[in-house]
C-alpha cells in the first residue's frame, strides 16, 4: 500500500495541475463578474491540451519525467505571456509583441533543449512541483467554491440582518399584477442625454406616456454604480442602514452581491406566492440562477464566454487578433448581443406565463460593450475603444446613443407586447440604474425612471428615486405599510464603496 501511494506521489502528474491553475486563478479572481460554470469548458480544454503535449513529449524524449517537465514550461509560459505584456506595455517604447514574442520564442527552445540534456534529471523534481501545483490548483479552486456557494438557501431571509421586511397581503380570491422590473444598465435621464451626449430620446418618452407610463422628469439614483445601487432599490433602504458590515474602510462586496441575489424584494414576494423569473446578465451579482425560472443562452453549445476570451488574452494567442484572423471583441459582443435578444424575444411567454410573478431584467445596454446600432443590426465593440480599451468621450458617446436608439425602440414593442398578452394590467418599471459613464457631480445620478402603475400613476411624483420603488409598489397594491424615504444621493468612490457622501439633486432647490 505504501509502496502504491510512493508511486503515485511522486509520479510527474503536475502537468496536468499546472495546467488548471492558470484557468482557476483568473476564475478565482473574477468569479464576482462570472458564474463559475464558466470555467468548465477551458478548464477541460487546458487539460486535455495539456495532456495532448504531455504524449507529444513522451514520444520525443522517451521519458516520463522529461515530458512533464516540457509539457508544464511550455503551460507557464503560455499562460503567463499575456500578464507579462499587460504589465510592460506601458513602459517600453519598442514593437512589444514582437520582442516579446522573440524573447518566449527563445525561453522555450531553451526550455525543451533543457528538457532533453542527457545529463538534465527530473525526477527528483516531481514530488516538489506535484505538491506546488496541487496546492495552488486547489486554493484557487476553493476560493471559486467559497465564493460561488450561496451564503443562505433560497427559502431564507434576506441576508442584511436590518432589512426591512414585512408581509405582503394579497386580497383573497384576487390575483395580484406580475411585476416586471427593467433595469437599463447606465440609461440617462432625457435633460442629460440631450445636454450632454447630444441624444433626444423625447420620441422614447412620449410613447411610454402614450402607453400610460409616468416617467419622473427628476429622478436620480441613489447611488453611482450597479452593485450599490440594485442592493438599495431590491432591499427598500439605504445601504448604510441595511448592513453594520457596510463601513467606509470595508472593500470588500461579496455580502453586498448576495443582497442583490437574496433581496427583501425577492424573498417578500415570494412569500406572498410570487413566482421569480431571472435572465443571464454577464456579471453574477445580478443573475438570479436560484429563481423558479432562469433564461440564459447554452453555455455550452456557444461562441467564445467572456471569460473565455479573457483566458485567451492571458496568452499568446491574443495576438490572433492582431494579424487579422480572429475578432475578439466581435465574438465577446455576441454573448452581449446573444442576452439582450433573448429577453427582448421572451416578452410574449412571460406575459402568457402563469402568476403572479416577478420578473427580473438587468439589460447590459446602454453599457458598453458597444454591440448594436440604431436599427439592431451588429457593430464590432472594439472600434469604439483604443488598443488598452479605453473609451475617448467622443466614441464613448457615439456607441452609447446607438445602443440607447436601438434598446429605446426595442423597450416600447416589449412592453406593447406585455400589456397585449397579459391577463391583468402587470406593474412594469424600466429604470437606469444610474446615468452614464464619463459623468461628474449630480449627472452621474440622472436616471430613466419610468412607472406603469395601473390606477395609481397619481401617486408618483418628479424626484422619487429607486429606494422607493417598491415600497410605493407594496404599500399600493399588496397591502404593506412602508412610509417613502427621503430621497437622496449617495456619492461611492473606488474601493471604498461604502464610503457615502451625499450630493444633491438639483430639482429638489426649485
Known amino acids: 500500500m505504501k509502496k502504491n501511494l510512493s508511486k503515485i506521489i511522486n509520479a510527474p502528474w503536475y502537468f496536468f495541475t499546472f495546467a488548471a491553475y492558470p484557468v482557476l ?17 477551458p478548464l477541460i480544454a487546458s487539460v486535455m491540451a495539456a495532456s495532448l503535449l504531455f504524449l507529444l513529449f513522451r514520444m520525443t524524449y522517451r521519458d516520463w519525467h522529461r515530458a512533464a517537465f516540457a509539457t508544464t514550461a511550455i503551460i507557464v509560459l503560455f499562460y503567463t505571456y499575456g500578464h507579462v505584456f499587460d504589465l510592460i506595455q506601458n513602459k517600453l517604447k519598442i514593437p512589444l509583441p514582437a520582442w516579446l514574442g522573440g524573447l518566449w520564442l527563445v525561453l522555450t527552445v531553451l526550455a ?13 523534481a516531481a514530488l516538489t512541483l506535484n505538491i506546488i501545483s496541487l496546492g495552488l490548483s486547489l486554493y484557487s479552486a476553493s476560493q471559486v467554491v467559497q465564493k460561488s456557494a450561496p451564503s443562505i438557501e433560497q427559502s ?15 386580497p383573497s380570491g384576487q390575483t395580484p399584477p406580475d411585476i416586471y422590473y427593467f433595469i437599463l444598465d447606465s440609461y440617462g435621464r432625457s435633460d442629460l442625454l440631450k445636454a450632454n451626449l447630444q441624444y433626444d430620446n423625447s420620441i422614447f418618452i412620449s410613447d411610454l406616456e402614450k402607453m400610460g407610463f409616468y416617467v419622473a422628469k427628476c429622478s436620480q439614483s441613489n447611488y453611482p454604480r450597479t452593485d450599490v445601487s440594485l442592493g438599495s432599490s431590491l432591499n427598500l433602504d439605504y445601504l448604510q442602514n441595511l448592513n453594520d458590515k457596510f463601513t467606509p474602510k470595508n472593500e470588500d462586496r461579496t455580502q453586498l452581491w448576495e443582497s442583490i441575489l437574496h433581496s427583501t424584494v425577492r424573498y417578500e414576494l415570494e412569500e406572498a406566492g410570487y413566482k421569480s423569473v431571472a435572465f443571464a446578465s454577464g456579471f453574477a451579482f445580478t443573475e438570479m440562477t436560484s429563481a423558479d425560472l432562469y433564461l440564459s443562452p447554452s453555455p455550452v453549445w456557444s461562441p467564445l464566454t467572456e471569460f473565455e476570451i479573457l483566458l485567451i488574452r492571458t496568452t499568446p494567442l ?16 455576441e454573448r452581449y448581443r446573444e442576452r439582450t435578444e433573448l429577453v427582448l424575444n421572451d416578452m410574449e411567454m412571460l406575459a402568457r406565463l402563469a402568476g403572479p410573478k416577478f420578473v427580473f431584467i438587468h439589460l447590459v445596454i446602454p453599457h458598453p460593450l458597444f454591440v448594436f446600432a440604431p436599427d439592431g443590426s451588429p457593430t464590432d465593440p472594439s472600434q469604439f475603444m483604443d488598443s488598452k480599451g479605453i473609451y475617448s468621450q467622443d466614441n464613448y458617446y457615439k456607441g452609447y446613443r446607438n445602443q440607447a436608439a436601438f434598446i429605446s425602440t ?17 406593474i412594469i418599471v424600466i429604470q437606469g440604474d444610474h446615468g452614464p459613464w464619463l459623468q461628474t457631480g449630480s449627472d452621474q445620478f440622472k436616471i430613466l425612471n419610468a412607472y406603469y402603475l395601473p390606477g395609481h ?5 418628479p424626484t422619487i428615486s429607486p429606494v422607493n420603488t417598491f415600497r410605493l409598489i407594496f404599500d399600493t397594491y399588496l397591502g404593506a405599510d412602508y412610509p417613502l424615504l427621503k430621497d437622496i444621493s449617495y456619492d461611492s468612490p473606488v474601493p471604498y464603496v461604502f464610503n457615502f457622501s451625499t450630493d444633491k439633486n438639483p430639482c429638489l432647490s426649485h
Open 457 to 461: 400613476n397619481d401617486l408618483l411624483y
Open 318 to 333: 491574443r495576438h490572433l487578433q492582431d494579424a487579422g484572423l480572429v475578432n475578439l471583441g466581435q465574438i465577446d459582443g
Open 112 to 124: 525543451l533543449v533543457w528538457a532533453g540534456l542527457p545529463r538534465a534529471s527530473f525526477r527528483g
Open 156 to 170: 431564507d431571509q434576506p441576508v442584511d440582518p436590518h432589512a426591512p421586511i414585512q408581509s405582503l397581503q394579497i
Open 25 to 41: 486563478a483568473l476564475l478565482d479572481h473574477n468569479i464576482s463578474q462570472v458564474r463559475y460554470t464558466a470555467g468548465i469548458r
Open 410 to 426: 426595442q423597450l416600447v414593442e416589449a412592453v406593447s407586447t406585455l400589456l397585449a398578452n397579459s391577463s391583468r394590467p402587470p
